[in-house]
């Protein structure tokens, strides 16, 4: 039987640990989110893009004055770069706040939906049929 030698990794070892990492499903979830969120990222940056910055934002900033941000420096600092990242932050938030907000309401609808959907049990009717059968059960026995 051969030995390895001191320091030598096993045969199967490293690539074995490697195997055994990737065959988890840790490592295809994380994978699908980050490809998920990189598609979704992209969804985002459009609509603040396209449909947002120019229906909201660009008539607030005209109509604030401030139509140049990245202009407002205070010596080396580019405050106005800093307040513009800022203000898209609060924005995509707040859409993506919205759009978390619709889609549980959403899924509260379609799980309200699915209750009424089921069968009512009559209450009534299967005690009035378990006294009935007791009632037969108890004259057998007679």
Known sequence: ?????????KVGGLFGDFKTF????????LATA????GAFGKV????MDNV????ILDPAIKASGAENLEAYKIGAAQVGLFLSAVLNFIVVAFVIFLMIRSLEA?????ARAEALAE??????????ESINR??????SKM
Do not use: C, F, H, Y
């Open 1 to 9: 039987m051969a030995r390895s030698m001191p320091g030598q990794a």
């Open 106 to 110: 959403a899924k509260r609808r379609t």
């Open 44 to 47: 985002v940056q459009s609509l």
């Open 134 to 139: 007791l009632n037969t059960t108890v004259a």
């Open 52 to 55: 947002i910055t120019p229906i």
């Open 22 to 29: 990737l065959s988890q499903g840790n490592v295809v979830e």
């Open 34 to 37: 980050v490809i998920i969120g």
């Open 119 to 128: 069968p009512e049990v009559d209450v009534q009717a299967q005690l009035v």
